[in-house]
């Protein structure tokens, strides 16, 4: 494709789109594209030394573009596309494990990166903008792949980073309090996540029939529910423990490495993927999926164990804090912090969460930005009455005083992070691994 949208990437006989975005303005970087051979320029205004066209909105230009030119070759794919505030990384990415140990060629897109089997590119977005994704389906179509299945996420929906695109399964997880620094309220965040249910066609809809917003994902006919009752398919857990999870799925019974109810309904959604797919042997497929890195990765460390994961919404903290109070342990040590430039109004009851249900909480940075980590963790701990906690900002030192503070039979949590190897600080990424820092600290 030679039309680019980041004037860095530009080559001889390029086409450059300046695009207006939130934070910047591709019109700043024409004079850059041109001197590294762009020799058409797409703007909404100015005068330049090479070929010109100026639009009234670069962006629908751009969208066009891609349609009109390469929607042919793209519609080729079968895309799945999942939403909701939580599950969509593991589910994904479950969903991509599955297909492809049965031989569908299928793509993954998502927090986790663009993975095909045999390659894999990291990414700035759980979705790409249109251009990236357009790039990313095309070379799925070039390399025979039959599937892509894709976390689409709210910013995404909002900001038409999939628009056009038509998607064959539809999958809605849950909805629960995330992003309203950008969206501002719930019926607005709602409002986004529904508009992927509107790009279908004689499409599949998932639904997580437990979920009280669970009737506005619903699709004229082909829905397929899931949940503890009255579903289509009926969830019964009957066993969880650190080995894994066992339960029924109406008349079936199934055995999930993963671990916890939150997961057992993310391998619900695959069953019933497979199934409409009419794949056999399920139960056997299923037995094999593995979590994605950062999900409810357990490190042993002499008679504890150590979980590392990404839950950072009040709801997935709540949920995966109940889920190891189930396991065998003595004490649940939970480290957790909140992100910076986000979400002010959910650090106060993730602050309250982790110490109702853990036995101690240390407070923590997390990817503090343009923020400063003492304001985000005074904001987490302002309202607590309790006492079972402790602030300490350097998250290397938090995570070796949770060590440290390990009895026999403890679990440490350390959560907001789980695959990220990067803390993000002002404009900067710092490398940051929780999962090295634990090794340093426990392989000695």
Same mark, same amino acid.
């Given at each position: 494709?030679?039309?680019?949208?980041?004037?860095?990437?530009?080559?001889?006989?390029?086409?450059?789109?300046?695009?207006?975005?939130?934070?910047?303005?591709?019109?700043?970087?024409?004079?850059?594209?041109?001197?590294?051979?762009?020799?058409?320029?797409?703007?909404?205004?100015?005068?330049?030394?090479?070929?010109?066209?100026?639009?009234?909105?670069?962006?629908?230009?751009?969208?066009?573009?891609?349609?009109?030119?390469?929607?042919?070759?793209?519609?080729?794919?079968?895309?799945?596309?999942?939403?909701?505030?939580?599950?969509?990384?593991?589910?994904?990415?479950?969903?991509?494990?599955?297909?492809?140990?049965?031989?569908?060629?299928?793509?993954?897109?998502?927090?986790?990166?663009?993975?095909?089997?045999?390659?894999?590119?990291?990414?700035?977005?759980?979705?790409?903008?249109?251009?990236?994704?357009?790039?990313?389906?095309?070379?799925?179509?070039?390399?025979?792949?039959?599937?892509?299945?894709?976390?689409?996420?709210?910013?995404?929906?909002?900001?038409?980073?999939?628009?056009?695109?038509?998607?064959?399964?539809?999958?809605?997880?849950?909805?629960?309090?995330?992003?309203?620094?950008?969206?501002?309220?719930?019926?607005?965040?709602?409002?986004?996540?529904?508009?992927?249910?509107?790009?279908?066609?004689?499409?599949?809809?998932?639904?997580?029939?437990?979920?009280?917003?669970?009737?506005?994902?619903?699709?004229?006919?082909?829905?397929?529910?899931?949940?503890?009752?009255?579903?289509?398919?009926?969830?019964?857990?009957?066993?969880?423990?650190?080995?894994?999870?066992?339960?029924?799925?109406?008349?079936?019974?199934?055995?999930?490495?993963?671990?916890?109810?939150?997961?057992?309904?993310?391998?619900?959604?695959?069953? #019933? =993927? *497979?199934?409409?797919?009419?794949?056999?042997?399920? +139960?056997? &497929? !299923? $037995?094999?999926?593995?979590?994605?890195?950062?999900?409810?990765?357990?490190?042993?460390?002499?008679?504890?164990?150590?979980?590392?994961?990404?839950?950072?919404?009040?709801?997935?903290?709540?949920?995966?804090?109940?889920?190891?109070?189930?396991?065998?342990?003595?004490?649940?040590?939970?480290?957790?912090?909140?992100?910076?430039?986000?979400?002010?109004?959910?650090?106060?009851?993730?602050?309250?969460?982790?110490?109702?249900?853990?036995?101690?909480?240390?407070?923590?940075?997390?990817?503090?930005?343009?923020?400063?980590?003492?304001?985000?963790?005074?904001?987490?701990?302002?309202?607590?009455?309790?006492?079972?906690?402790?602030?300490?900002?350097?998250?290397?030192?938090?995570?070796?005083?949770?060590?440290?503070?390990?009895?026999?039979?403890? #679990? =440490? *949590?350390?959560?907001?992070?789980?695959?990220?190897? +990067?803390? &993000? !600080? $002002?404009?900067?990424?710092?490398?940051?691994?929780?999962?090295?820092?634990?090794?340093?600290?426990?392989?000695?």
């Amino acid at each position: 494709m030679n039309i680019k949208i980041d004037s860095r990437k530009v080559t001889n006989g390029d086409t450059f789109i300046a695009l207006r975005g939130i934070n910047d303005d591709g019109h700043n970087y024409i004079d850059d594209a041109i001197e590294n051979g762009a020799t058409t320029i797409i703007a909404e205004e100015g005068k330049y030394s090479v070929n010109t066209i100026l639009v009234s909105d670069t962006k629908k230009y751009l969208k066009e573009y891609l349609e009109n030119n390469y929607y042919d070759e793209i519609k080729k794919l079968k895309l799945i596309g999942m939403t909701g505030t939580n599950g969509k990384t593991t589910t994904c990415f479950l969903i991509y494990q599955a297909l492809n140990k049965i031989g569908i060629k299928c793509a993954y897109i998502g927090t986790l990166g663009f993975y095909l089997n045999d390659s894999f590119k990291q990414q700035n977005n759980t979705t790409p903008n249109l251009y990236e994704l357009y790039n990313m389906l095309l070379e799925c179509v070039e390399k025979d792949y039959e599937y892509v299945v894709m976390e689409v996420s709210s910013q995404a929906l909002s900001q038409g980073r999939v628009d056009n695109l038509i998607f064959d399964y539809v999958i809605f997880s849950n909805l629960t309090q995330d992003h309203l620094d950008y969206h501002k309220t719930m019926e607005n965040y709602l409002f986004e996540k529904q508009k992927l249910f509107k790009m279908t066609n004689n499409s599949f809809a998932i639904i997580n029939n437990d979920d009280k917003y669970k009737d506005y994902f619903l699709l004229d006919n082909k829905n397929i529910t899931y949940g503890k009752n009255n579903s289509d398919y009926n969830i019964e857990i009957l066993n969880t423990s650190l080995d894994g999870s066992v339960f029924k799925l109406n008349d079936d019974e199934y055995f999930t490495k993963l671990i916890g109810e939150y997961n057992v309904y993310n391998v619900t959604i695959v069953i #019933i =993927l *497979l199934k409409i797919i009419n794949v056999e042997n399920i +139960y056997d &497929i !299923i $037995k094999e999926l593995n979590s994605p890195n950062g999900r409810m990765d357990i490190i042993k460390y002499k008679e504890n164990n150590i979980i590392i994961d990404y839950a950072h919404t009040p709801d997935a903290v709540e949920k995966i804090i109940n889920t190891v109070s189930n396991l065998n342990h003595n004490r649940i040590i939970t480290i957790i912090g909140c992100g910076g430039n986000r979400d002010k109004t959910k650090r106060s009851i993730m602050g309250d969460i982790s110490t109702t249900y853990s036995d101690y909480s240390i407070f923590t940075s997390d990817n503090p930005r343009y923020e400063n980590p003492r304001k985000i963790l005074k904001d987490m701990t302002c309202k607590l009455d309790k006492k079972n906690y402790r602030i300490i900002k350097n998250r290397k030192k938090a995570i070796k005083s949770g060590i440290q503070m390990l009895q026999k039979n403890d #679990i =440490l *949590l350390l959560l907001g992070k789980g695959h990220e190897d +990067y803390q &993000i !600080i $002002k404009n900067k990424k710092i490398h940051f691994s929780d999962k090295e820092i634990v090794y340093k600290y426990t392989r000695r």
